[in-house]
């Protein structure tokens, strides 16, 4: 069974705060992305990875960063957290058929 | 821009009512395309996909979804919902080859008992 697991369930964070996101997956997926879930909205697509320390934006990266240092790690990195990034952020690996996905890490900015 | 369009945002059905979900997705090539269902307080999960071949296509607990190309539709429909299948419902379609996902913005379905 694949594992992709996010070290968080439930963030509180202040504005203005560095906040980390950890994902780990356990397939040895090459392809990892990073959505933020938003009633209404879907799921949009923040940053994704194609392989280690390689990164391409999505279609909202603006206020984001990630790290890719090992293949099985994806890290979100919100530089200085804002309210308008709370959000549920949900993190996924791509196998050759379909992508699988964590828990989720609601995220409160305050 | 490629993009996903989900008809309904809620939708409410009584137990043993069908169900149709409406998807419309918009990219000039080959496609293909997935549902993905969410339960209260669970990860999403696949529900069914569609890649190539028969273009209905059927997937867990008794849904089925039909590719219609002409249409650029993928509705996902279930005979008779159960209660337990009030959850969030995404569309996804990914470009053939490719691996970035474009989701829809989900329908919450909640079936009443």
């Known amino acids: 069974d694949v594992k992709v697991t996010q070290s968080s369930r439930y963030l509180v964070k202040r504005t203005g705060e560095k906040v980390f996101l950890e994902c780990v997956q356990d397939m040895d997926h090459e392809n990892m992305f990073w959505y933020r879930q938003d009633p209404g909205l879907g799921l949009r697509l923040i940053y994704f990875s194609y392989d280690v320390k390689m990164k391409e934006k999505g279609d909202i990266p603006e206020g984001y960063s990630v790290s890719r240092e090992k293949k099985e790690r994806f890290s979100l990195i919100l530089e200085s957290a804002s309210t308008n990034q709370t959000s549920m952020y949900l993190c996924?690996?791509?196998?050759?058929?379909?992508?699988?996905f964590g828990q989720g890490t609601r995220l409160t900015v305050v | 821009a490629q993009s996903v369009s989900q008809h309904n945002h809620h939708v409410i059905l009584s137990e043993a009512a069908s169900l149709e979900l409406g998807c419309n997705y918009s990219y000039g090539g080959t496609v293909n395309l997935f549902w993905y269902v969410q339960y209260p307080g669970q990860h999403l999960q696949l529900l069914l996909k569609?890649?190539?071949?028969?273009?209905l296509v059927k997937g867990i607990k008794g849904f089925e979804a039909e590719f219609i190309k002409s249409k650029f539709s993928f509705n996902l429909r279930k005979p008779s919902v159960q209660w337990s299948d009030t959850a969030e419902y995404f569309c996804a379609v990914i470009p053939t080859g490719g691996f970035k996902t474009i989701f829809g913005a989900g329908t919450r379905l909640f079936v009443k008992a």
């Open positions: 996924a690996s791509w196998a050759d058929t379909e992508a699988f």
């Open positions: 569609y890649f190539s071949g028969d273009p």
